[in-house]
């Protein structure tokens, strides 16, 4: 299993054309992205869902990622979800999540996977879960992680603060406090005026000091997003990295109100709010429970490549693709071969959602003209979508539908 994980991200990541320097970036991102990289995903399902116009008859195919967003496109009633990825982590959380929607009930799902804190989650998991896993997943939660402890034990001690991502944003923790600033004082924030004031007096003046921006200038310093190298430049755009994540930050800290924005929760207080009232993604809100319990078997999960999986799908067999940030990582060849097979795969109607880390779409003069030819871009769309994602952290949120 390992040799395996290694070929399919490092075939993902590292690109052979570039320099040395470059390659060596790439590897480091692919070692880095072999362990947990999301325990939650950082795409918004609400405005994935809006975009892709789900029917009773669709069949979606998606990256899994921390695995909330196909869970929860399970409320808007498809016909089947195919949810692929390369990293074994996320693999085994997506097996570890289905199977606590599964068989606990909402106190308890609660409890396991959204507060994801509680001591009593260790002996959930051994009576209730574990039996119910395969013995792949069942040897990665009870596996040992670098330091030594049992992963399951993450959701004893708050799952959202591990993996990369986790990592990362425990990181910015630590240096906004090191310049005295609390990040869950937006929290408390009563309006969006208020949270505006926050973000200026508190936030935005950490961005010029000259620690965070020596940090930004590096490409390594941005793992923990889950950029790799080559998304490094697209990200950046010309400008001083520390000035992008200030606008996204601030998007995410002033566009949408708190109360309602569980990807606010998690970037400032490194887990979902646990009063009743607290934000959290649909398949986790307690009214969609029953709904995502009956659909879960309309979910099949492959530790795989995404082109490889459709290449071996029958024509016309889907008409929802949603390829999240993955084709930053993308050569022209590649990007070529996967919209050559996502044609060949599309039903007339088909759409297909993707994030860039810039805000153009990255598919022009990069992908065969041909091809891009039977596909329209819905510009008013993509940026509606983009407007609405509450995540906050792309540049741009896409739209093509297929003409057929």
């Not at 993604?281 to 969609?288: F, I, K, T």
């Not at 930053?328 to 039903?347: G, K, P, V």
């Not at 030819?373 to 741009?396: F, H, V």
Request: aromatic content about 10%.
């Amino acid at each position: 299993m390992n040799t395996s994980r290694s070929s399919l991200i490092e075939g993902a990541v590292v690109r052979e054309e570039s320099s040395r320097k470059a390659r060596l970036l790439d590897k480091a991102f692919a070692l880095a992205f072999k362990g947990l990289v999301y325990a939650q995903i950082w795409e918004d399902p609400v405005a994935d869902m809006d975009a892709m116009q789900i029917q009773p008859d669709s069949r979606i195919i998606t990256i899994a990622s921390g695995g909330c967003n196909a869970l929860s496109y399970l409320t808007a009633n498809p016909a089947h979800i195919t949810v692929v990825d390369l990293n074994t982590a996320h693999i085994a959380l997506n097996n570890l999540k289905h199977a606590a929607v599964r068989h606990l009930d909402y106190s308890d799902l609660r409890r396991f996977v959204a507060e994801a804190d509680h001591p009593e989650n260790l002996a959930l998991y051994r009576e209730r879960l574990a039996p119910h896993l395969d013995e792949a997943t069942r040897r990665y939660w009870e596996g040992r992680d670098l330091v030594g402890r049992r992963r399951i034990g993450a959701f004893t001690r708050g799952v959202y603060r591990h993996g990369l991502l986790g990592g990362f944003i425990g990181a910015a923790h630590l240096i906004a406090r090191l310049h005295r600033i609390d990040p869950a004082e937006i929290l408390e924030a009563g309006t969006l005026e208020d949270q505006r004031r926050v973000f200026d007096e508190r936030f935005a003046p950490v961005f010029e000091r000259p620690l965070v921006r020596w940090l930004t200038k590096h490409p390594a310093s941005l793992f923990g997003l889950g950029i790799p190298p080559a998304q490094y430049d697209a990200l950046a755009g010309g400008h001083r990295m520390a000035d992008v994540l200030r606008a996204r930050l601030e998007k995410l800290a002033c566009h949408f109100p708190v109360n309602d924005n569980y990807f606010a929760w998690q970037a400032f207080s490194r887990g979902y709010g646990k009063g009743v009232e607290a934000p959290l993604p649909p398949y986790l809100q307690e009214a969609n429970l029953p709904q995502v319990r009956e659909r879960l078997g309309r979910l099949e999960l492959r530790h795989a490549n995404f082109t490889h999986v459709l290449a071996d799908a029958d024509a016309a067999s889907y008409d929802r693709y949603v390829l999240l940030d993955a084709q930053d990582w993308m050569t022209d060849a590649q990007l070529t071969e996967l919209w050559t097979e996502i044609t060949r795969t599309a039903r007339p109607g088909a759409r297909v959602l993707f994030r860039t880390a810039a805000e153009p779409s990255l598919l022009p003069g990069r992908v065969r003209q041909d091809i891009l030819d039977r596909w329209d871009y819905r510009e008013a769309e993509s940026l509606a979508a983009n407007r609405a994602d509450r995540s906050s952290i792309y540049g741009g949120v896409h739209l093509y539908v297929f003409r057929g």
